[in-house]
């Protein structure tokens, strides 16, 4: 499995940018899929997940509102809008897949990891 995510670069604070995920191989296309994110010197934190179908979605409470998962099967790609960018949402975007079409928010629910993108947040 070969996870790819895009997207990142630097923005100023109340911006926007969106990433994307791309399956390279198409093996995940019908699982859950997660973004975490790793801010220097801080643990992984969970950002956002979407189950295989996209039916179900789950953000965490300091993205709710401003961030939005999406994915597209046929294009075997996860996305994450990000508006309303501020300064701590500064990190790394990891991009995620499961085993299975449910998600879950802990790092541990998933066995396929990006190569990261960054993303840079000035005030």
């Known amino acids: 499995v070969q996870l790819q995510a895009s997207g990142g670069g630097l923005v100023q604070a109340g911006g926007s940018l969106r990433l994307s995920c791309v399956d390279s191989e198409g093996t995940t296309s019908n699982n859950a899929k997660g973004w975490f994110r790793q801010a220097p010197g801080k643990e992984r934190a969970f950002v956002a997940a979407i189950s295989g179908s996209g039916g179900s979605i789950r953000y965490a409470d300091s993205v709710k509102g401003r961030f939005t998962i999406s994915r597209d099967n046929t294009k075997r790609t996860v996305y994450l809008q990000m508006n309303s960018l501020k300064s701590e949402d500064t990190a790394v975007y990891y991009c995620?897949?499961?085993?299975?079409?449910?998600?879950?928010?802990?790092?541990?629910?998933?066995?396929?990891w990006g190569q990261g993108t960054q993303v840079t947040v000035s005030s």
């Open positions: 995620a897949a499961g085993r299975y079409s449910g998600y879950s928010i802990s790092s541990t629910g998933y066995d396929y």
